[in-house]
């Protein structure tokens, strides 16, 4: 912020290359100059009559009024924090990083701690002194009691007594992860139990999906996300894949298909949300068959925003086969289901991925928003033939904040008891392992999809 005064907004930078010199502007939303810089441009006469510039020094002068900018918007900046390290400081003043923030979005390593020639590189140099002193130079895992606990002006802000425990913080992912991950599953006839806590593979599913698993050595796994040391369960690598838009990608098949209105119709007449009627239009058309078999001559491709994992591949592109002219109920019911299978498809990839580099997962735990939607939650056992367990709490992100709440107050000896006494089962579902044959099958033809679109890419770029 280049005042105290200012409300938060964007800002805009203006650069105007003159004759002589380069000058820039840092204007507000609403056209107020905040700051201004500009630097002489050289000029050469290299015969009378005849003038000559340099592009290099032009651009050379652009860069350094822009920076002269930044450091009248930025060098009054006393800390910059991700979101769950800011609201630790406003309750408690203390201006410790949470692990999981930074290794997870801050390039930090849980071992050899910040690179210097990192911030050298992207020219940023100037957050390197004072020992990192404005993005952190004290770094916590997730759980870890912070300072007194909460100040006397944030207690009476929240309307809670001073000195309470406030924890080291989580991404809102990661904290779902933890909620549901520990639960004692014994008598419930899993092969995780008895087995250990790395055996599970937490997913975050909602507008986009994350993938959580955990090791107790550093596995590399090709787009896939880390190793991260301790960034969700502390004394674990975690290896975090994701899907970048998945719940999203059902409400933009279903709320873009022709028979939308007619859907919202009929499922608020029957005081239903429009996923609870197509799932029970399903079991309505499917007749003797199973429902997942409804999908036989269609196929979908998922990565309409790109392929976050394990492709790392942002070119992708959705992909549909199998359409006809039909535009009714039936049909758009069909193509929600083949929607909802893809991202389980989309799951069995990155499952297999990590288990190729040397993960062994033998159980999905489900949370957030999709977690809630049956037919999404039986598609991914089927689809990767794994048990999925539900927890008994509606909110696992929630929760998995409160067990670091309660890690910090000294209540549990570790975040793992926590977890372990506070995260429930609520219900198991398992594959229909009859099914198995029909979505290898698919799988064979999801694989295709990618592999064709690829091709055309190719012949589309070639002479």
Known sequence: MPGGDQELGSYY?????GTGSVRAALVDQRGTLLAFADQPINQWE???????????????????VTKNLRETCWDKAGHFFDLPDFLSWKATGVTARSLCSLVCK?????EKGWDD???????????????????GNQVLPPG?????????????????PAGIAVAASLIDAHAGGLGVIGADVRGHGLACEGQPVTSRLAIICGTSSCHMGISKNPIFVPGVWGPYFSAMVPGFWLNEGGQSVTGKLIDHMVQGHAAFPELQA?????????????????DLIKKAQPVGFLTVDLHVWPDFHGNRSPLADLTLKGMVTGLKLSQ?????AILYLATVQAIAFGTRLIIEAMESAGHSISTLFLCGGLGKNPLFVQMHADITGTPVVLSQEVEPVLLGAAILGARASGDFASVQEAMARMSKVGKVVFPRHEDKRYYDKKYQVFLKLVEHQKEYASIMKGD
Not at 13 to 17: A, E, H, Q, Y
Not at 106 to 110: I, K
Not at 117 to 134: C, H, I, P, T
């Open 144 to 160: 870890t009691s912070l300072g007194n606990g909460l100040t006397p002006e944030a207690a009476k802000d929240l309307g809670l």
């Open 328 to 332: 009714d109920l039936d049909d758009l």
């Open 106 to 110: 801050w390039t930090y390593s849980a």
């Open 117 to 135: 020639s990192f911030w050298k590189m992207v020219g940023l140099e100037d957050l390197v002194a004072d020992n990192y002193s404005k993005i």
């Open 46 to 64: 290299p015969q009378f009559n005849h003038h000559e510039q340099s592009s290099e020094d032009i651009w050379a002068a652009c860069c350094i």
């Open 13 to 17: 930078v203006g650069v105007d290359v």
């Open 266 to 282: 009929k499922a608020t007449a029957r005081c239903q949300s429009i996923y609870a009627y197509l799932n029970s239009h399903l």
